[in-house]
C-alpha cells in the first residue's frame, strides 16, 4: 500500500450496508427498504496510517482496527479495517472484515459530502449468518 490516509478520514460517518441484490424495486419503497442490511455510525480514529475505532449502532457494536492509505483512484484514501465483536456484549465472538475507498469528488461538485463506498465481509458465522456472507456499503461523513 501508498502513503498515510488524509486526515479527513477521521471523525463520525454514517454507515449503511445493502444486500447485493441486483433485482429493480421501482417505485416500492418497502423493496427499497429491505435491501439495507445494516445501519450504524462509523468512529474513526487516524494516526499516520494505523485505524481504530468503532461502528455501533441500536443494542450493539464492534471495535475496529485497521489502515486507512492513499493508494486508491487518484490517491484517494483506502481502509482496510476488521471489526471485532466486545467480550460480555451480544456481539462478543463476532468478526467483520470492511474495505473501502473515499469516493470520487467532483472538483464542480454541489453540497457533495465525503462517501466512503465499499464492501463488508461476515469473517466468523453468527446467530444463523454463514461466513463469508458479503454486501455492499456507503458511509457518509457526518458534519
Do not use: C
Not at 2 to 16: F, H, N, P, Q, V
Not at 46 to 55: D, E, H, N, P, R
Not at 96 to 115: I, K
Request: proline residues 3%.
Amino acid at each position: 500500500m501508498g502513503g498515510t490516509a488524509d486526515i479527513s478520514l477521521a471523525g463520525k460517518w454514517t454507515y449503511r450496508s445493502y444486500r447485493d441484490d441486483p433485482s429493480l424495486v421501482g417505485d416500492d419503497a418497502n423493496k427499497a427498504l429491505d435491501l439495507i442490511f445494516a445501519e450504524a455510525v462509523f468512529t474513526f480514529d487516524i494516526s499516520g496510517a494505523a485505524l481504530k475505532g468503532t461502528i455501533d449502532w441500536t443494542g450493539g457494536g464492534l471495535d475496529l482496527e485497521g489502515t486507512a492509505r492513499t493508494t486508491g483512484d487518484a490517491g484517494a484514501p483506502v481502509v482496510a479495517i476488521v471489526g471485532t465483536g466486545r467480550p460480555g456484549t451480544s456481539t462478543a465472538g463476532r468478526e467483520y472484515d470492511y474495505r473501502a475507498q473515499l469516493a470520487y469528488e467532483w472538483p464542480t461538485g454541489v453540497d457533495q459530502v465525503p462517501a466512503l463506498v465499499g464492501t463488508v465481509m461476515r469473517a466468523k458465522a453468527h446467530d444463523g449468518g454463514a461466513a463469508g456472507y458479503a454486501a455492499a456499503f456507503v458511509a457518509v461523513k457526518q458534519q
